[in-house]
């Protein structure tokens, strides 16, 4: 699963009322200190003679891939300029729900920041007991480290550990993540996650396309591996996402909620088999799916209008609340056509 880019919230920390709320940002502040605390200036590391040398060429690259970044108009602002090693698995483990006959995921609310369809815990316990307690108010649930955690923008975030690999993949992946994460920071449209990781991730994956191939060459270890591991993934998604089509049909029909529960059941069983799943999905972790993946056709269309990647990022950047229909919008098709346009609009100034 793609990492998750999540944003701290840290201003609403004296404002937000009750227990589960005061626990997350008191955590979640603590986690950024610790963070913060931890950092090294990247430079630091590299000519340190105790770091690990595959840490060292992996952390070495971080400058040329930001100015990659920077020269499609993404704003790297004070990002990953230092290094923090965490020791543990995971940036964060990261906590989502939804209903069980919907796909309507639970919300968390911050002041300015806006609405998030998932919480991230520094704590693997702390994550592990929000799920369990959503578990107990009936909701499908998930659990699941993340290597990678932004403040998008609120804060300089460090590069992790949990985001260095050992593969040939590694290299194309630390350039797939802080691409990633630097779309967040330039372009957050408050309360619409669909929107922000789709975009995220199509930008990302198109940039890291080209760049490393740019960077080592066609058909070298690392683009085999990106390759590989893009075209399995592709096939997962879309396996993935007919399931969470069939699922939605089924949600919105008009079938008892006894029908609709063993339904439900046997499509995520001839699921689990095709893919070969150890892990049961459900609808917490099929709307995550379509979150990072389901704005693909349109953001495709968009490009295409667009004729040019950094028109299009150009034009996203321009999005606010007011060009979406609703909190948390899932059909990013008007959004798309509505990229284009202002691509068109931009083009037609430059003439």
Same mark, same amino acid.
């Given at each position: 699963?793609?990492?998750?880019?999540?944003?701290?919230?840290?201003?609403a920390?004296?404002?937000?009322?009750?227990?589960?709320?005061?626990?997350?940002?008191?955590?979640?502040?603590?986690g950024?200190?610790?963070?913060?605390?931890?950092?090294?200036?990247?430079?630091?590391?590299?000519?340190?003679?105790?770091?690990?040398?595959?840490?060292?060429?992996?952390?070495?690259?971080?400058?040329?891939?930001?100015?990659y970044?920077?020269?499609?108009?993404?704003?790297?602002?004070? *990002?990953?300029?230092?290094?923090?090693?965490?020791?543990?698995?995971?940036?964060?483990w990261?906590v989502?729900?939804?209903d069980?006959?919907?796909?309507?995921?639970?919300?968390?609310?911050?002041?300015?920041?806006?609405?998030?369809?998932?919480?991230?815990?520094?704590?693997?316990?702390?994550?592990v007991?929000?799920?369990?307690?959503?578990?107990?108010?009936?909701?499908?649930?998930?659990?699941?480290?993340?290597?990678?955690?932004?403040?998008?923008?609120w804060?300089?975030?460090?590069?992790?550990?949990?985001?260095?690999?050992?593969?040939?993949?590694?290299?194309?992946?630390?350039? *797939?993540?802080?691409?990633?994460?630097?779309?967040?920071?330039?372009?957050?449209?408050?309360?619409?996650?669909?929107? *922000?990781?789709?975009?995220?991730s199509?930008?990302?994956?198109?940039?890291?396309?080209?760049?490393?191939?740019?960077?080592?060459?066609r058909?070298s270890?690392?683009?085999?591996?990106?390759?590989l591991?893009?075209?399995?993934?592709?096939?997962?998604?879309?396996?993935?996402?007919?399931?969470y089509?069939?699922?939605?049909?089924l949600?919105?029909?008009?079938?008892?909620?006894?029908?609709?529960?063993?339904?439900?059941?046997?499509?995520i069983?001839?699921?689990?088999?095709?893919?070969?799943?150890?892990?049961?999905? *459900?609808?917490?972790?099929?709307?995550?799916?379509?979150?990072?993946?389901?704005?693909?056709?349109?953001?495709i269309?968009?490009?295409?209008?667009?004729?040019?990647?950094?028109?299009?990022?150009?034009?996203?950047?321009?999005?606010?609340r007011?060009?979406?229909?609703?909190?948390?919008?899932?059909?990013?098709?008007?959004?798309?056509?509505?990229?284009?346009?202002?691509?068109?609009?931009?083009?037609?100034?430059?003439?």
């Amino acid at each position: 699963m793609r990492q998750l880019a999540l944003v701290a919230g840290l201003v609403a920390l004296a404002v937000l009322p009750g227990c589960l709320m005061t626990r997350y940002l008191t955590q979640a502040a603590y986690g950024q200190v610790e963070l913060l605390a931890k950092a090294r200036p990247i430079e630091e590391v590299v000519d340190d003679p105790n770091t690990p040398l595959r840490t060292a060429l992996l952390l070495a690259e971080i400058p040329q891939i930001k100015q990659y970044g920077r020269s499609y108009g993404l704003k790297i602002k004070r *990002n990953y300029n230092s290094y923090s090693s965490l020791g543990r698995p995971a940036a964060v483990w990261f906590v989502g729900a939804a209903d069980p006959l919907a796909f309507k995921p639970r919300k968390w609310c911050f002041p300015i920041v806006g609405c998030f369809a998932g919480l991230g815990w520094f704590d693997e316990d702390d994550g592990v007991q929000h799920k369990l307690a959503l578990d107990r108010m009936g909701y499908d649930t998930i659990v699941r480290p993340a290597s990678a955690y932004s403040t998008g923008g609120w804060f300089p975030d460090p590069v992790l550990s949990t985001m260095l690999g050992g593969g040939d993949d590694a290299f194309p992946e630390l350039a *797939n993540v802080i691409l990633h994460e630097s779309v967040h920071a330039s372009v957050l449209v408050p309360d619409q996650p669909f929107f *922000n990781e789709s975009l995220a991730s199509y930008v990302a994956d198109t940039l890291t396309d080209h760049w490393i191939v740019d960077r080592f060459g066609r058909g070298s270890p690392e683009e085999l591996a990106w390759t590989l591991g893009q075209a399995t993934g592709v096939h997962r998604t879309a396996r993935l996402l007919s399931s969470y089509t069939e699922l939605k049909k089924l949600y919105e029909s008009t079938l008892p909620r006894d029908q609709k529960l063993a339904r439900k059941a046997a499509i995520i069983d001839e699921l689990v088999e095709d893919l070969r799943m150890r892990r049961r999905p *459900n609808n917490a972790s099929l709307t995550e799916v379509r979150v990072y993946n389901g704005g693909a056709a349109a953001l495709i269309d968009a490009h295409r209008s667009c004729g040019d990647l950094r028109l299009m990022i150009e034009a996203s950047k321009s999005l606010t609340r007011k060009d979406f229909t609703k909190t948390l919008q899932e059909d990013l098709g008007p959004i798309g056509v509505l990229i284009g346009k202002r691509c068109a609009a931009a083009a037609a100034r430059r003439t």
